[in-house]
């Protein structure tokens, strides 16, 4: 089992930048490829950015391109997402994720908001 819980979100203005982290404990984190995804109001969950289990690989959505970036540190067994030129569009809950070829976790997600 492996649980993750998402920190850093919150209420900032257009253009701002923000930080998520998301630590996991119970399995070590290196086990497992990370991603980040999220679900605005009315919407289904779309894919953020991923990375691999070295974190030597990432990929991230069209949307989000040049302007978030994930990283992680397997020795604190936490994924970070930052995120810079916010937009109102990246308003959503966003939700940490973990999973390898057997298993797949969820954090409870942290509301970001951004205002116009």
């Known amino acids: 089992q492996v649980q993750l819980v998402e920190s850093g979100g919150g209420l900032v203005q257009s253009g701002a930048s923000l930080g998520l982290s998301c630590v996991t404990s119970g399995r070590t984190m290196s086990l497992y490829a990370m991603g980040w995804f999220r679900q605005a109001p009315g919407k289904e969950r779309e894919f953020v950015a991923a990375i691999s289990r070295s974190g030597g690989r990432t990929n991230s959505a069209d949307s989000v391109k040049g302007r978030f970036t994930i990283s992680r540190d397997n020795a604190k067994n936490t994924v970070y997402l930052q995120m810079n030129s916010l937009k109102p569009e990246d308003t959503a809950v966003y939700f940490c994720?973990?999973?390898?070829?057997?298993?797949?976790?969820w954090g409870q997600g942290t509301q970001v908001t951004v205002s116009s």
């Open positions: 994720n973990a999973r390898n070829s057997y298993y797949e976790y």
